[in-house]
């Protein structure tokens, strides 16, 4: 009589991060790379802040699901940001829903815990509105505009604009077509009189005055004379 051997299944090591190494690449190579992922550090913070929710989960497994979000964000794609800060937001308004809750059983009674409760509800509520705001931020594009005073040396003042254009999933940029001088420095630009260096720096100049064309110091001199 003949025994079978039993064909147990090799199980998975769910606390080690399985990937195969590229061409030319040693494991050493690998693993240092993977340790400057930041793929691979929110993997870590993930299965650490997950666990009580979710349970163990593989680490090889979420390592590849951020990473693939990671490829989404490289090519401009928020899609799934876009929605994680809208959960986030309701999420955070549940919490100032149920704290503000908290505080009023205690009001009337305990005093202490009212505040309490009411401090950490309208955290929640503060929080959960800059949330919307980074969310419209990302979802519609605006124009922010940002004044900058310069006060030359005279008490000239010239002001510049600069034009921080948000766009969707798209970094900020500057406008170079916007003047950065308006009013009477547009249409005036305030030029510098140098001199020599014995008397210093140049000597900014308070209005278009002396810019017009000075004429032949010499005069009309005829020829000859």
Do not use: W
Request: proline residues 4%; neutral net charge; aromatic residues 4%.
């Amino acid at each position: 009589m003949t025994r079978r051997a039993n064909k147990t299944t090799p199980t998975k090591d769910k606390d080690a991060l399985q990937l195969s190494a590229e061409p030319g690449k040693s494991d050493a190579q690998k693993t240092a790379e993977i340790s400057l992922d930041p793929a691979a550090h929110g993997m870590a913070a993930l299965r650490l802040f997950n666990k009580g929710s979710f349970g163990e989960q593989d680490t090889t497994e979420v390592y590849l699901a951020l990473e693939s979000q990671a490829k989404a964000v490289r090519k401009g794609d928020l899609t799934h940001y876009r929605a994680m800060l809208a959960m986030q937001a309701d999420a955070l308004n549940g919490m100032f829903t149920e704290l503000s809750r908290r505080a009023a059983a205690n009001m009337g009674e305990y005093l202490n815990a009212t505040q309490l409760y009411l401090r950490l509800g309208l955290k929640a509520q503060a929080q959960c509105r800059a949330t919307i705001e980074a969310l419209e931020q990302m979802t519609s594009g605006h124009v922010q505009t940002v004044k900058h005073v310069h006060v030359n040396e005279g008490g000239q003042a010239v002001i510049a604009d600069e034009f921080h254009h948000h766009t969707r999933g798209q970094e900020n940029g500057q406008s170079s077509e916007q003047p950065h001088a308006t009013g009477a420095e547009a249409a005036c630009p305030s030029p510098t009189l140098s001199g020599p260096e014995s008397f210093g720096q140049s000597v900014p100049l308070s209005s278009c005055e002396g810019q017009a064309a000075v004429p032949d110091a010499r005069g009309e001199r005829k020829r000859g004379a």
